[in-house]
């Protein structure tokens, strides 16, 4: 088993007046929210909203257009945590011709976080696909996809977990185990901020409801 | 150092993977210059003449056919998202893409071209001048090409594009690399100099392809 013990800081994430702008429309204006360690924000609207704009803001994939975002470390040192986020989002950046277990060393090499064969092993049975480790992902289904993506998250450590939609293509079993390991990483001090329009497997402790502006 | 690592073994190995494009450069390249002595006819003495040039052509040709996906591939299937995420610097996947492609579609080529220098009749001499004046400008062209694929990456279809921006740029290298080739072969012409420039083409665009393409790479994200 990937043991969830606390490997990361405990960080707050905070947002202030955050804007977003896209193709000179505003996406969103003053978005203001501030989640310690242990706790987990669900982002929910309707399509066009900006939620996904918003979790690649904070996954420093966007510039936005205005306003602050913030990862501090909560304890002592006011320094800013470096590279703390895992971004989870639609698309899982497999590499379709070489195996899972290639692009799952690949990424933990790219985290620094080199992951052993139990690692792999422990990390892809606890996601049911560990018996397609030597397989080329380019036949994944869009769910074994989606469970590929979760082991990348699980396999490096990270404090702030942004995900975009990630029960999509799960099946009920998947959703539960989904459940289970942000329920883990909530324990253990982690920050979740999801994004959604569905019922996520773990209750928030926050919702900010985005609407679609006038 | 072991991220760059990473990243060059992984481009290695999705080079000369099935759909890679190493194979296919280097059959493009055979094709290339099989093609010419066709085209001008059997006078040996006009090939050996010609030959380098064609060569360094042909390479020039060859190493733009793999460079569309070098960095499209990353942003569509998301790792080009999932790498920004991690904190990293682009600069090191540009840096690590290009060595990566260089190793496994460039270098193969500039080890064929002594071979198909003996079908354009060039002596033992050029055949070592031009393999060597291609080592050490290959590099160049796939550091600029690779500018041009960084800075594609968020369109379609940029492959001619990238054969559009990258051809005028590549024109010094190959000027310097045919004069470095000649040079070592004709008496009177230089050799120490032309080659000079040419490896500081390779050392130079080392530098600031990097810088370049994590720019474009940056503003194709928007």
């Known amino acids: ?214 | 150092m072991s991220l760059l690592a990473a990243i060059i073994a992984q481009t290695v190995r999705l080079g000369i993977r099935a759909g890679g494009g190493a194979l296919v450069g280097l059959i493009f390249f055979l094709a290339v210059v099989a093609v010419v002595p066709f085209g001008v006819g059997p006078d040996l003495n006009l090939l050996s003449r010609i030959g380098p040039a064609i060569l360094w052509i042909g390479v020039l040709l060859a190493s733009l056919l793999g460079l569309e996906r070098l960095f499209s591939a990353d942003r569509e299937d998301g790792s080009l998202d999932l790498y920004i995420a991690s904190g990293e610097p682009i600069v090191l996947l540009v840096l690590g893409r290009a060595v990566g492609h260089w190793l496994a579609t460039g270098l193969p080529i500039v080890v064929a071209a002594p071979v198909l220098g003996l079908m354009l009749n060039l002596s033992p001499v050029a055949l070592g001048a031009v393999t060597l004046t291609l080592f050490a400008g290959s590099p160049a062209l796939t550091f600029i090409g690779a500018v041009g694929a960084a800075l594609t990456a968020g369109l379609q279809r940029g492959g001619m594009l990238i054969a559009v921006l990258v051809l005028p740029l590549s024109v010094p290298v190959l000027i310097f690399g045919v004069m470095a080739t000649n040079g070592a072969v004709y008496d009177p012409d230089p050799f120490t100099a032309p080659f000079l420039i040419l490896c500081a083409f390779s050392l130079g665009s080392a530098v600031l392809a990097p810088l370049a393409g994590a720019l474009a790479l940056r503003v194709a994200m928007e």
Not at chain 1, 35 to 56: D, E, F, Q, W, Y
Not at chain 1, 68 to 75: I, N, P, T, V
Not at chain 1, 100 to 122: F, K, M, T
Request: include cysteine; glycine fraction near 12%.
């Open chain 1, 1 to 214: 088993m990937v043991n969830p013990v606390n490997r990361f800081p405990r960080i707050r994430v905070e947002a202030d007046a955050l804007s977003c702008t896209r193709g000179g429309r505003a996406i969103f204006r003053d978005i203001s929210f501030s989640i310690g360690a242990g706790r987990m924000l669900a982002v929910t609207g309707p399509n066009g909203a900006g939620k996904s704009s918003l979790l690649r803001i904070m996954a420093g994939l966007l510039e936005p257009a205005g306003g602050r975002l913030e990862f501090r470390a909560e304890s002592g040192s006011a320094e800013e945590a470096e590279s703390p986020v895992h971004y989870l989002g639609h698309l899982d950046g497999l590499k379709p011709a070489m195996s899972l277990r290639e692009n799952l060393r690949y990424w933990c090499r790219i985290y620094d976080r080199p992951a052993g064969q139990d690692d792999l092993e422990a990390a892809t049975g606890r996601l049911g696909i560990g018996h397609a480790l030597d397989l080329p992902v380019g036949v994944f289904s869009a769910g074994q996809r989606r469970r590929a993506g979760l082991a990348r998250i699980m396999l490096a450590p990270r404090p702030v977990w942004l995900l975009d939609e990630p029960t999509s293509a799960l099946d009920r079993d998947g959703e539960a185990t989904l459940g289970k390991l942000m329920d883990e990483h909530l324990q253990s001090g982690g920050v979740i901020v999801a994004a959604t329009h569905l019922d996520l497997p773990v209750r928030a402790d926050l919702t900010l409801d985005m609407a679609v502006p006038a």
